[in-house]
Structures are given as structure tokens and as C-alpha cells.
């Protein structure tokens, strides 16, 4: 019996961290529904995906060998065919761009209630309570679904699966009808052009208002060789153009879980906050002490940053 069936995201030949994050979920929700966690992954390399996504707890991997990059109607042909064979509870995918892409269209073919940006699902094998944030994070809500459903889930919100597995991976034999196929995937531009994935990062030093001009800039770019780290930013940042749009963390910039999150000059409105709270650990170096980002930080460093940004460069150079 399959109760999850999870879709693993990739994008330009790599596996995206969201894939082992749906392993979690998936899993979670398998041993909730008394079932088994099967996994998809379709176009690209896909048998070295699949090994890669033998981890522990998934049972089956699905490979559909068709293509080398995200293609919205393959995947909604693959997707339904998989559904129709295996007849999954749940289906969860990434809340990814190719995630919401393809997830609607699945959930509409096969007429399945959808729930998108979750960043909890629990289950008593009826009902599907599903959480998701509003207000940029100041509120919870949570949705109660019944029977089978169609859910999108946000990256950084479930631990990514470690440990190797002893799934069964299995090629599955879709039908493309091609002449359903109507886009096809010609380039990949990054926004911004930016060159850097900052949700990709180990380190991210992020600066924020309290950097005062784009020339005082150099001293986050020293600390940030220093440490070996990837510069980030709130949002005023790149609002003035100092930073591009690929840089800014948050709601309506990117969400990162690294391990270390150094937050200079950085409030901590929740807007921000929504895209850098799975950070392992946060270190803050702010002048208010009573700034929203000092009650989340492991590490917090109540100074003025043009006086802590230096003297650390110095101690990690
Ligand atoms: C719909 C919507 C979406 C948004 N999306 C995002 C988003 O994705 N990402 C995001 O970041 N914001 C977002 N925002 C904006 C957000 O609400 C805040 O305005 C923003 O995060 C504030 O950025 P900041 O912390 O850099 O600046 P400020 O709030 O101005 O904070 C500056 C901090 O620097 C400190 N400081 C000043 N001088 C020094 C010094 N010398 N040394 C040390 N500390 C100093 C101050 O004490 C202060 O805490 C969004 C807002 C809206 C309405």
C-alpha cells in the first residue's frame, strides 16, 4: 500500500535539499497512515537521483528516464499516471517553482483538494491537518482536509532525511503523450543574474538597514572572505540596489537554512525572520538590545557593528 508518494525537485542536473526534506515529511506521514513512502523523480539523471534518494525510510523510488530538465507536462502526465497506478493518500511536493507548477495541474486532473506552502501536515489517517503561516509568519492557520490530497511543502521546514535506505528503485514506464507536451525548456536564466544560491550556503553573513551606506558594504564582504561565507541581505538592502534580488533573505526574498546565520545590523522584522529561522544557529550583532532578532539568536552580540564586524574579520583572518 502506497500512503505517500513524494516528488523530488531538481534543477540544472542537482538535487535541491527540499528532495530529503519530503523524504521527512513523506515518512512522517506513511507511519501516521500505517503505509509505505514512495518517491518520484522524474528527468535528469535520474538513476544517480535515485540512489542518492535512498535514504532511510523511503520504500520505493519511481524513475521516469524522459528529458534532462523540469518539464510542466511531462511531470503532470507522469505524475497522474503514477497516482492511477499506486494510489497514493498523499502526494507532497515541493512548494518549489517547479513544485507549484506541476502540483495544481496534478491536483486538478485528478481531482484532488490541494494545499500549498505548508510547513506542517500531521494525519490520523482520515484527516489531514495541514499548517501554513499568514501575515508573514505573525499567524498560524490550520486546514483540515479529508481522504486523499495534494500538498506543497515549504523548503526549510522539515529536517532533510540522513542515513541510506533499502528502497526499491524502480523504473516506471509512463506514456508521454507527446502531443500534450506543449512547453519545452529551451535556457536557464537566474533572477537577478546573480551567480549565487544563497539557500545553498554553510555561512551566510546577512546585513541589514543598520550597514548605513553601500560603501561601508567592503567590511560585511571582509568578514564574509574571512569566514569563507556567502554576503546576504534584509530587504532595504537590496531595495536600494546594493545587493541583487538573488541576495535578499526573507518572505519575499529566499528562505536559507544554514548552519551558521551572522545577522549585522539586521531588526529581525518577521517578514525576515520567516526566511532565516531554520538556521541552525544565529548569531546577531545589533545596537538595540531589545531588537526582535536578539530573542531568536543563539549568539547575541548587543555592540555597534562598525566597531564587532572588524575585530572579527581580524580574529578569523
Ligand atoms: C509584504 C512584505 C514583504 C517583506 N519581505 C521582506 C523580506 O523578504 N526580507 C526582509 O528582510 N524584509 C522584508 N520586508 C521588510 C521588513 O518588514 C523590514 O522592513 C525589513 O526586514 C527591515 O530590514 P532591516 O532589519 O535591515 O532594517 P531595520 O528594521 O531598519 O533595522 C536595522 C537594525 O540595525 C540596527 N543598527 C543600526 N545601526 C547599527 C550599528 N551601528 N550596529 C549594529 N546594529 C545597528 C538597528 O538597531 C536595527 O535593529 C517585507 C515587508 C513587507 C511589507
Redesign the pocket.
Known amino acids: 500500500m502506497t500512503n505517500v508518494l513524494a516528488v523530488a525537485d531538481h534543477r540544472r542536473g542537482e538535487l535541491r535539499d527540499v528532495s530529503y526534506e519530503l523524504i521527512t515529511a513523506g515518512r512522517q506521514l506513511a507511519d501516521e497512515t500505517g503505509g509505505e513512502l514512495h518517491v518520484a523523480v522524474i528527468s535528469g539523471t535520474v538513476d544517480e537521483f535515485a540512489d542518492k534518494l535512498n535514504r532511510e525510510g523511503v520504500d520505493a523510488v519511481h524513475t521516469v528516464d524522459y528529458g534532462e530538465e523540469f518539464n510542466h507536462d511531462v511531470y503532470a502526465q507522469v505524475l497522474t499516471q503514477l497516482y492511477d497506478e499506486h494510489a497514493p493518500q498523499y502526494v507532497v511536493a515541493p512548494n518549489s517553482v517547479n513544485g507549484l507548477d506541476y502540483a495544481p495541474a496534478v491536483a486538478n486532473a485528478l481531482n484532488l483538494p490541494i494545499v500549498t506552502d505548508t510547513v506542517d501536515l500531521e494525519s490520523d489517517g482520515d484527516t489531514l491537518v495541514a499548517t501554513r503561516e499568514m501575515y508573514?509568519g505573525k499567524v498560524e492557520t490550520t486546514t483540515e482536509l479529508e481522504g486523499t490530497v495534494v500538498a506543497t511543502i515549504r523548503g526549510g521546514e522539515w529536517p532533510a532525511a540522513e542515513g541510506t535506505g533499502d528502497a526499491a528503485i524502480e523504473a516506471f514506464d509512463a506514456e508521454i503523450d507527446e502531443d500534450a507536451v506543449g512547453s519545452t525548456v529551451t535556457g536557464f536564466e537566474e533572477v537577478g543574474g546573480g551567480d549565487v544560491d544563497i539557500s545553498e550556503a554553510d555561512v551566510l553573513v546577512s546585513?541589514?538597514?543598520?550597514?548605513?551606506e553601500e560603501e561601508n558594504l567592503e567590511i560585511i564582504r571582509d568578514l564574509a572572505d574571512a569566514l569563507d561565507a556567502t554576503v546576504s541581505?534584509?530587504?532595504?538592502?537590496?531595495d536600494s540596489g546594493w545587493l541583487p534580488k538573488n541576495r535578499?533573505?526573507?518572505?519575499?526574498?529566499?528562505v536559507v537554512t544554514p548552519d551558521v546565520y551572522i545577522?549585522?545590523?539586521?531588526?529581525?522584522?518577521?517578514?525576515?525572520v520567516?526566511?532565516m529561522k531554520g538556521s541552525d544557529t544565529i548569531v546577531a550583532?545589533?545596537?538595540?538590545p531589545n531588537?526582535p532578532?536578539m530573542d531568536i539568536a543563539d549568539y547575541a552580540i548587543h555592540?555597534?557593528?562598525?566597531d564587532?564586524v572588524p575585530a572579527l574579520t581580524e580574529e578569523f583572518q
Open positions: 508573514g546585513v541589514g538597514r543598520g550597514i548605513e541581505s534584509s530587504r532595504p538592502i537590496v535578499q533573505v526573507g518572505q519575499s526574498g529566499k545577522a549585522i545590523g539586521i531588526s529581525g522584522a518577521v517578514q525576515h520567516a526566511g550583532i545589533n545596537t538595540d531588537a532578532i555592540d555597534d557593528l562598525f564587532v
